[in-house]
Nanobody, 117 residues
Framework: VRLMESGGGLVQPGGSLTLSCTASGSISTFTAVSWYRQAPGKAHDAVASISSEGRTWVDMSVKGRFTISRDDVKNTVYLQMNNLKSEDTAMYYC????????????WGQGTQVTVSS
């Protein structure tokens, strides 16, 4: 099952975007799905995660601004991003954290988020 990211774009500081992570099959295949971001020259950093039971985690850097959710009927995980800051500028990817941890995940194309006035 592959994951495809979409929804990125150019937004002004303080603006909002909603990213989508859509599975090619059943997203319930994964025990959890995380959103990661990668700034140029840096590693992938996890920003939010949601388990198959709906338990969520968000990084302190985005807590109160980003919300992760899932719709198993649509096989999609969302990342709602509010009050965006310039430091949120990055390529955003979704992936199952277990596969990222063991090095077996092949990253998708991602979706670019640029926060700039």
């Amino acid at each position: 099952v592959r994951l495809m990211e979409s929804g990125g774009g150019l937004v002004q500081p303080g603006g909002s975007l909603t990213l989508s992570c859509t599975a090619s099959g059943s997203i319930s295949t994964f025990t959890a799905v995380s959103w990661y971001r990668q700034a140029p020259g840096k590693a992938h950093d996890a920003v939010a995660s949601i388990s198959s039971e709906g338990r969520t985690w968000v990084d302190m850097s985005v807590k109160g601004r980003f919300t992760i959710s899932r719709d198993d009927v649509k096989n999609t995980v969302y990342l709602q991003m509010n009050n965006l800051k310039s430091e949120d500028t990055a390529m955003y990817y979704c992936a199952p954290p277990r596969s990222v941890y063991d090095g077996s995940w092949n990253w998708g194309q991602g979706t670019q988020v640029t926060v700039s006035s």
